[in-house]
């Protein structure tokens, strides 16, 4: 197959309230590769009414971030892009990351490109949780899946 290498740090990992979707084989298919850190420091913030983990795209700032990389499909990919709202909201850049054996590789990953910048201020996360003693677990909303609402 031709496969797109994507790293997911949020509510789309193992055991978080996203994760069904990456083996719902009626959005296309996805094979876990392994888990990974990124090379670079990136801001990991939790925010909005629907506590969204969201990657801002401000480099050196922020924690190394934990995730996993799934090698998927056009039909996945084109699935997430739509899920993510890729490119308008979310964006996915090509971003360095290690693997836990120390082989590198440069999936793609969904960031926040534009973003208010008081949410540098929030607390940055290396190793997304939802069900994490921050007490800020995700909302599973009609509403996420259209921007309109996020940021209310
Ligand atoms: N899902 C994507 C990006 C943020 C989110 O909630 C992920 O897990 O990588």
Redesign the pocket.
């Known amino acids: 197959m031709s496969g797109h290498l ?8 193992t055991g ?1 309230p ?1 994760h069904y979707l990456l083996n719902d084989k009626i959005n296309g298919f996805s094979k876990f590769v392994g888990k990974a850190q990124t090379v670079d420091k990136w801001p990991l913030v939790i925010s909005s009414k629907y506590n ?4 801002l795209n401000k480099q050196d700032f922020g924690k190394k971030i934990c ?1 996993e990389i799934y090698s998927v499909d056009d039909k996945m990919r084109d699935f997430l892009d739509k899920f ?1 709202c890729h490119p308008t909201y ?1 964006k996915r850049l090509e971003t360095p990351v290690i693997l836990e054996d120390g082989s590198q590789m440069s999936p793609w ?2 960031f926040l490109l534009d973003f208010k910048p008081e949410m540098l201020n929030l607390i940055t996360y290396g190793n ?1 949780d939802s069900y994490g003693d921050h007490g800020l677990p ?1 909302v599973e909303s009609e509403t996420t899946s259209s921007t309109d609402d996020m940021w209310a």
Do not use: A, H, R, S
């Open positions: 994507v790293f997911v740090y949020g509510t789309l990992k978080q996203n969204i983990p969201f990657l995730g993510e979310y990953i969904y997304y995700y």
